[in-house]
């Protein structure tokens, strides 16, 4: 069975609204989005990875990441916690950063709010709610700042195909 | 000049059903205006922030000045919550695998 995600957006209020349920309860979900070594299994969609994660948990704290992509492209990642409700809630600020961890504050900027619901003892439900505030945003997606994979890597898989 | 995102263009009622419009058909200042009950005055002022956002251009049509819609510009954005749909998409899987272990 698969579980239940929406992805919605509405753009000229410059929001996306994400839900989806989980099979595990509610404590766990909160863990796997505030622990580090937790959050390095599951937030690089693959064939992307995390790397040198450093995490605050307090309010003006910092989550401060490597993505690194298939091909070696590095992007620095900085999420500062601007609200924080144990097990229900978390804000935060976000954009890009150098690798020392200094925020660009001129670039892209974006705002997240994540709900946690439990639905029962074993099922959970979360709500994000992210605000994006420029077009700089976009053009960083469709100019392929964060492609999952490339004609290259998918000629590997190709060649591998081939020879089993 | 201002700096004028694709945001600002689409979030305006008038100016989402000037798209919408010229999504069908280039169209005159007139025919245009034809469609809504606000003065031509009110029209060209969205026209004009439309044009500063990139998302319509204007091209002269023999005698005719004719509004087009730049199709890329709205194309961008869906390609952009297309990516951004499949990489939660990515994630919420890879998380379901994690939460099954934990």
């Given at each position: ?29 909160w863990?796997?989005f ?14 992307w990875?995390v790397e ?32 924080i409700?144990?097990?229900r809630?978390?804000?935060t ?9 200094n ?26 709610t ?35 | ?5 694709v ?6 009622p008038?100016?989402?059903a000037?798209?919408t ?25 969205h ?8 998302v ?6 023999g ?38 272990d934990?």
């Amino acid at each position: 069975m698969t579980n239940k995600f929406e992805f919605e957006a509405n753009i000229a209020a410059k929001t996306i609204t994400i839900t989806r349920e989980f099979n595990a309860p509610v404590e766990k979900v909160w863990r796997a989005f505030t622990e580090p070594e937790l959050l390095a299994k599951w937030i690089a969609p693959k064939p992307w990875s995390v790397e040198n994660h450093t995490l605050d948990l307090t309010v003006g704290g910092v989550s401060k990441y490597a993505m690194v992509g298939p091909e070696g492209q590095v992007h620095w990642m900085y999420d500062q916690f601007t609200a924080i409700e144990p097990g229900r809630s978390i804000a935060t600020f976000g954009v890009f950063c150098d690798e020392e961890g200094n925020p660009n504050l001129d670039g892209s900027k974006s705002y997240t709010e994540t709900k946690f619901f439990p639905i029962d003892d074993n099922r959970s439900r979360i709500e994000a709610t992210h605000v994006f505030d420029s077009e700089e945003t976009i053009k960083w997606f469709v100019e392929g700042g964060f492609k999952e994979g490339s004609a290259a890597t998918f000629d590997q898989l190709d060649e591998a195909l081939a020879a089993i | 000049m201002i700096r004028r995102d694709v945001f600002q263009a689409i979030a305006d009622p008038t100016r989402r059903a000037i798209i919408t419009l010229l999504a069908l058909q280039a169209m005159t200042p007139q025919a245009l205006a034809g469609h809504f009950d606000s003065t031509r005055q009110a029209i060209s002022k969205h026209i004009k922030i439309l044009t500063e956002c990139e998302v319509v251009t204007q091209k002269q049509n023999g005698r005719e000045n004719y509004y087009y819609l730049n199709p890329d510009r709205m194309k961008d954005i869906d390609i952009w919550l297309e990516r951004l749909r499949q990489i939660w998409e990515t994630r919420f899987h890879q998380l379901d695998n994690l939460l099954n272990d934990l």
